[in-house]
């Protein structure tokens, strides 16, 4: 029996259909298994610092060829400097032996980079360098003041013409023979700066063309390595069919793998199950340790597998098993309820899991339904969107002026909203206070949005706890900008609340609903200038907070 394969001795049953690896509930036989994994990390003594900082483990249960029941685990990328550790999968490509030919390629790269280091800290090229910077400087401020002094000598000829003084011919001819004097002065100084300049340049251009052909090197090295490496890469899927990681890639946006593709812990899992003929049953990835600053990961939180790098690989990988449906595609049987409506706009009500605006897809939307009340090309127009997942008050137009005023209104920030949300767990901070966070979008695991300090759009949000019950926290948000999931990663970040909204999939648990609901919104009519506020009670909150 394999090594990597442990044996599973269980009642539960199997599920009828493999795991959709991008949302889903842990099967209780993954959970069961993540366990027997998370005991055996804690038992390795010489990971507890490195894992301490935080690593993606995997589990998949899976039948052998004799129909027994087991599981193999893995992790993502490199684990104490390696990618191959007993009681784990092997990586899909070990590029890590020192004599292998990656490693011998990126030693000879590595080799480029220390001789463009060596020439860019030596003291000739620094010397010219820095006598190119000085001669810039130099002939800069010499132009310059020249410039000045030619303005002033104009100046005093303007003066005296207009004192009104008598100017014989040999005094204006002495004025024009100095303006003459001091333009040609200018161009000749100018001239020979150009000349400094150019022995200077002259100089250091041996230094530049050497270290431009050592980087023009060093791309074409690098690309072609890590071209090599992504080929290492031939993904098995359940029907024995192999595609290398450029042409899974090929047809995706970015075109090419991104770096880390094909070492997560799904292809792994799967390509390792493939390979040793084991039948795939269920599968589940866990976090182990501190959540990453950007990113939010909680302690033993279970995640789906990432876009940017999985969705690809995974769906080839997938083809021939039976795979649940995403469950985020289920038809939508509810409507939106209007709140309020006149002739200028509409205040509606949307339920969790309805998109606010129809996407790529033919599923229905808010703004859809509402709009099939109307004749073509009448429908109401949405002002602002929630997500898909958040319940709660959005505002349509029904006019284009009507729509350009409360454009203009959300782009002011005039518009106040009202959150109310659940979240799964006690917060460790103050009763209410302001989150700052900027967010950026991940590009390789959408729709996630990140922390990012240096390049992330400001974020801003106050919040209010009203009450507990149960081990949750009902609390008020108050959103000063409007960023993608801002207000789901202003809970769950360990920066900010560090606690997930209840049902929060993509940075928390999942559950029946996200627990995040659109509760009051105050806004002038776009007509009759008069401040409108509207509120709907989510259903949530009177279960936490009977008295209101």
């Known amino acids: 029996m394999l090594t990597e394969f442990h044996p599973i001795h269980t009642d539960i049953p199997k599920p009828q259909k493999f795991t959709f690896p991008f949302c889903y509930e842990p099967h209780p036989l993954c959970l069961l298994a993540a366990g027997e994994v998370q005991r055996y990390i804690a038992g390795v003594d010489k990971w507890r610092d490195e894992l301490q900082h935080g690593k993606m483990f995997g589990v998949l249960v899976a039948e052998d060829e004799e129909g027994r029941l087991g599981f193999t685990a893995a992790f993502s990328g490199l684990l104490d400097g390696s990618n191959d550790h007993p009681y784990f999968v092997p990586p ?87 303006s003459r004097f001091m333009k040609a002065e200018l161009h000749r100084m100018k001239k020979r700066n150009r000349e400094q300049m150019a022995e200077c340049e002259a100089r250091l251009k041996p230094f530049q063309d050497e270290i431009r052909q050592l980087k023009a090197k060093r791309k074409a090295m690098s690309d072609s390595l890590q071209h090599w490496l992504f080929e290492q890469y031939n993904m098995l899927n359940a029907r024995g069919e192999r595609r290398g990681l450029c042409t899974i890639f090929a047809d995706t946006p970015q075109h090419v793998p991104p770096a880390g593709a094909g070492d997560c812990c799904a292809p792994k899992l799967l390509q390792h199950a493939f390979l040793n003929h084991l039948h795939p049953v269920c599968m589940a990835e866990f976090w182990w340790g501190d959540s990453p600053k950007s990113e939010i990961r909680h302690h033993l939180h279970y995640y789906p ?13 997938l083809q021939g098993l039976d795979v649940d449906p995403d469950p985020r595609q289920a038809p939508e049987q509810r409507q939106p309820e209007i709140v309020y409506e006149d002739e200028w706009l509409i205040v509606a009500c949307k339920p969790a899991g309805m998109l606010s605006v129809r996407g790529k897809s033919d599923r229905q939307s808010a703004a859809s339904l509402i709009g099939q009340n109307y004749a073509e090309g009448c429908e109401p127009m949405p002002v602002h969107r929630l997500d898909m997942d958040t319940s709660g008050l959005i505002i349509l137009a029904k006019t284009p002026e009507a729509y350009k005023n409360l454009q203009e209104q959300f782009c002011q920030r005039s518009i106040s909203k009202r959150y109310v949300a659940l979240l799964d767990g006690t917060p460790n901070a103050p009763t209410s206070g302001r989150i700052s966070l900027p967010l950026i979008a991940d590009p390789l695991n959408r729709p996630y949005q990140k922390v990012d300090t240096d390049n992330g759009k400001a974020a801003v949000t106050d919040y209010k706890i009203i009450g507990q019950a149960a081990g949750r926290t009902l609390i008020e948000l108050f959103p000063h900008t409007g960023r993608t999931h801002q207000l789901r990663v202003h809970c769950a970040h360990r920066l900010g609340l560090g606690t997930p909204i209840a049902g929060d999939s993509l940075y928390g648990h999942p559950a029946d609903r996200l627990y995040l609901h659109a509760e009051a919104i105050t806004f002038r009519h776009p007509a009759t200038g008069k401040e409108m506020t509207f509120e709907r009670t989510a259903g949530f909150r009177r279960s936490i907070m009977p008295q209101d």
Do not use: W
């Open 92 to 178: 899909v490509f070990d590029a890590t032996p020192v004599d292998g030919y990656f490693k011998t390629n990126e030693a000879r790269i590595s080799a480029i980079n220390r001789t463009i280091d060596g020439i860019e800290k030596g003291e000739s090229y620094l010397n010219a360098l820095h006598k190119l910077e000085s001669c810039k400087t130099e002939t800069a401020a010499e132009e310059e003041q020249y410039r000045l002094k030619i303005k002033e000598a104009k100046a005093a000829r303007n003066a005296k013409r207009q004192s009104g003084a008598p100017i014989t011919p040999e005094e204006e001819e002495r004025m024009l023979n100095e």
């Open 305 to 317: 597998a990432c876009r940017g790098k999985c969705l690809p690989i995974l769906t080839h990988m």
